[in-house]
Nanobody, 119 residues
Framework: QVQLVESGGGLVQPGGSLRLSCAAS????????MGWYRQAPGKQREFVAT???????NYADSVKGRFTISRDNAKKTMYLQMNNLKPEDTAVYYC?????????????WGQGTQVTVSS
């Protein structure tokens, strides 16, 4: 099983940038899917961005053109560069990883990192 630890959250003004990191440890299989999700207060957890099992990338429409997902396989670390942040991006951001054959909610989750966008 994969263990995940997020970092990099914080308070930023609208229009600002943050970079989140997700450090993975444990057994990582070649068909693992890794991605970012977020949960705002009073809302359900939602998809943000992900690497698929074949290496392609998907983004939620709400973050396209502003967020960039990347990874360093040697460091077993995934990143989320967030630019032009908006107040509606405020949420706890979670890293998710696991075999592509498992539903998202059965894969591994990190503890989350808070992102607050406010002036």
């Amino acid at each position: 099983q994969v263990q995940l630890v997020e970092s990099g959250g914080g308070l930023v003004q609208p229009g600002g940038s943050l970079r989140l990191s997700c450090a993975a440890s444990g057994t990582i299989f070649s068909d693992n899917v890794m991605g970012w999700y977020r949960q705002a207060p009073g809302k359900q957890r939602e998809f943000v961005a992900t690497f698929t099992s074949v290496g392609s990338i998907n983004y939620a429409d709400s973050v396209k053109g502003r967020f960039t997902i990347s990874r360093d396989n040697a460091k077993k670390t995934m990143y989320l560069q967030m630019n032009n942040l908006k107040p509606e991006d405020t949420a706890v951001y979670y890293c998710n990883a696991g075999p592509s054959g498992l539903p998202v909610n059965r894969r591994s989750w990190g503890q989350g990192t808070q992102v607050t966008v406010s002036s």
